[in-house]
C-alpha cells in the first residue's frame, strides 16, 4: 500500500546492550550478582582464617595472609582481630549500600524488571566473579614453594672457637661447667619451661633428631638446654619437662643457675632472650650450637628447614670425628 495513510517502517534500535545494562540495573540482576559475589569472598576469607597451619600450599598461602593482613602471629596463634572483623565486614557494607542505592532506584523506575531467568543469569555470574576474584588473590599469594635445601657446607662453615665459661646445675642438681663439654660432641639449645612457641619446636626437633641418628652418634651426643627463665624454672618444673618429652639422662640436661649468673651465661653464648611482662612470654634466639669432643665451638644453626638438615649432617661428622680420635 501507498499514499499518505500507508505504514511507515521504523527500524528498531540496535543498541539492545544498553537497554539490557538497564534492565539489570533496574531489575533483580543488580542484586543478585552482588549477593552471590559477596558470599564467595566472605567464604574465602573464612576459609583462609580456619586454615590448618600444616596444610600443604592452602595452609602456607592462609599462614601468608594472615600475617600480612591480620598480624598473624604463628608462634602464639594471636592476630589483630580488629582487622579480622573490618576486612570480613567491609565487602557486607558496602553490598549493603549498593542494594539500597539501587532500591531507591528501583522505586523511581518504570521500566519492568527482569524475567526470573535473568536473575538467575546474575547469579552465576556473581558466583563466577566471586571466584575469579578469590582465585586472583590466591593466585598473586600463593607461596611459590620452598627452595631445595642446599647441601650441608661443612667445613667451610665449621668454627673451632672456646665457649665461655659458665658453672650451673641441671634438672637433678648436679654441677655442669665448661670443662664437661670435652669427651664428646655437645648439642647446647636454649629453653623455658613455660614457653608454649618455639620451645616445644625446639624439644620436638631434638626428640626427632635423637630418633633419626645412628646408635653409635647417638650414643656420642649430649644435648644441654640453657633455660631462658632463669627466674621461674626450677630444678622440679626442669625436671618434668625433661621427663615429659621422654629425654633420658644424662643424655639430657637442662642447666639453671642463679638468675643473674644465667643471664650472663645467655648473653656470652648470645641466647638473647628478654620477658615481656604484660603477656610473660620471653623474646628469644632459637639456636643450636654444636661443640666438638675438644669442647671448641663448631656450627651454630638456627630454627629452620634448612638447618635442619645441615644439623644433622653436621652432628654425624663431629661424632664420626670424635670417634675416629678416640674422644
Known amino acids: 500500500m501507498s499514499g499518505p495513510c500507508a505504514e511507515v517502517s521504523v527500524p528498531r534500535p540496535r543498541w539492545r546492550g544498553f ?10 540482576g543488580l542484586p543478585t550478582f552482588v549477593a552471590a559475589a559477596t558470599a564467595v569472598y566472605e567464604l574465602f576469607l573464612l576459609a583462609i582464617l580456619l586454615a ?11 599462614q601468608e595472609f594472615k600475617v600480612w593482613c591480620f598480624q598473624y602471629d604463628p608462634r602464639t596463634g594471636g592476630m589483630e582481630w580488629m582487622a579480622v572483623v573490618i576486612m570480613l565486614a567491609e565487602p557486607l557494607f558496602i553490598s549493603a549500600l549498593l542494594v539500597a542505592i539501587w532500591s531507591m532506584g528501583r522505586r523511581r523506575a518504570t521500566a519492568p524488571s527482569v524475567r526470573p531467568a535473568r536473575s538467575y543469569r546474575a547469579l552465576v555470574a556473581g558466583l563466577i566473579f566471586g571466584a ?4 586472583g588473590l590466591y593466585a598473586l599469594g600463593r607461596p611459590a614453594g ?10 667451610r662453615i665449621r668454627t673451632q672457637l672456646p665457649p ?58 649430649r644435648v644441654w638446654a640453657f633455660s631462658l627463665s632463669p627466674e621461674y624454672d626450677t630444678v622440679d618444673l626442669m625436671r618434668r619437662v625433661t621427663e615429659g618429652y621422654g629425654f633420658v639422662y644424662p643424655q639430657f640436661r637442662y642447666l639453671n643457675g ?58 654425624l661428622a663431629l661424632t664420626a670425628e670424635a670417634e675416629a680420635t678416640g674422644a
Not at 590448618?52 to 592462609?62: I, K, R, Y
Not at 575469579?132 to 582465585?135: E, F, N, Q, V
Not at 635445601?149 to 661443612?154: E, H, I, K, L, T
Open 19 to 28: 537497554a539490557a545494562a538497564g534492565r539489570f540495573l533496574t531489575g533483580s
Open 164 to 221: 665461655p665459661e659458665f658453672a650451673l646445675v641441671d634438672q637433678w642438681g648436679k654441677p655442669v661447667a665448661r670443662a664437661d663439654l670435652t669427651g664428646g660432641v655437645t648439642l647446647v639449645t636454649g629453653v623455658y619451661a613455660t614457653c608454649a612457641t618455639s620451645c616445644p619446636e625446639i624439644l620436638q626437633q631434638v626428640q626427632a633428631l635423637l630418633k633419626t641418628l645412628p646408635s653409635g652418634a647417638r650414643d656420642l651426643l
Open 52 to 62: 590448618p597451619t600444616n596444610g600443604g600450599l592452602w595452609g602456607s598461602f592462609a
Open 146 to 155: 620452598e627452595p631445595p635445601v642446599p647441601p650441608f657446607p661443612g667445613e
Open 132 to 135: 575469579l576474584a578469590s582465585g
Open 258 to 315: 642463679d638468675p643473674a649468673a644465667m643471664r650472663g651465661v645467655l648473653e656470652n653464648w648470645q641466647f638473647s632472650a628478654r620477658r615481656d611482662y604484660k603477656t610473660g612470654l620471653v623474646e628469644h634466639a632459637n639456636l643450636f650450637i654444636l661443640v666438638d669432643a675438644q669442647g671448641r665451638i663448631a656450627y651454630r644453626f638456627k630454627l629452620d628447614r634448612r638447618h635442619e638438615g645441615w644439623l644433622r649432617e653436621a652432628i
